[in-house]
């Protein structure tokens, strides 16, 4: 089992910044993959970025240039920082671990945090 903690979710202003968090915990050594997903109200989770236990990156094309992935394995924590922030990001972002299990992804999420975006 993997556990996830985020935080640094809140209200920010547009064009404003957010640095999201989440510590890992448990069964890490094996993970392949994490990442941060967002869902809007009334709408299915997607993914925002993601970062390979290689280090390779993806984004979003809807994120590309103004978020950043990052990971610190001496503190067991994921980040995200968010810059230029814009209403339509406003959503509950979601922590990720991913483990290749064979023949299917297994997949451990956090509890979620609230960012807004707003005046």
């Known amino acids: 089992q993997v556990q996830l903690v985020e935080s640094g979710g809140g209200l920010v202003q547009p064009g404003g910044s957010l640095r999201l968090s989440c510590v890992y915990s448990?069964?890490?050594?094996?993970?392949?993959?994490m990442g941060w997903y967002r869902q809007a109200p009334g709408k299915e989770r997607e993914l925002v970025t993601t970062?390979?236990?290689?280090?390779?990156?993806k984004y979003a094309d809807s994120v590309k240039g103004r978020f950043t992935i990052s990971r610190d394995n001496a503190k067991n924590t994921l980040y995200l920082q968010m810059n230029s922030l814009k209403p339509e990001d406003t959503a509950v972002y979601y922590c990720?671990?991913?483990?290749?299990?064979?023949?299917?992804?297994?997949?451990?999420w956090g509890q979620g945090t609230q960012v807004t975006v707003s005046i």
């Open positions: 990720n671990a991913a483990r290749w299990a064979t023949a299917f992804w297994d997949h451990y």
């Open positions: 448990g069964r890490i050594f094996d993970i392949d993959s």
């Open positions: 970062i390979t236990s290689g280090g390779n990156t």
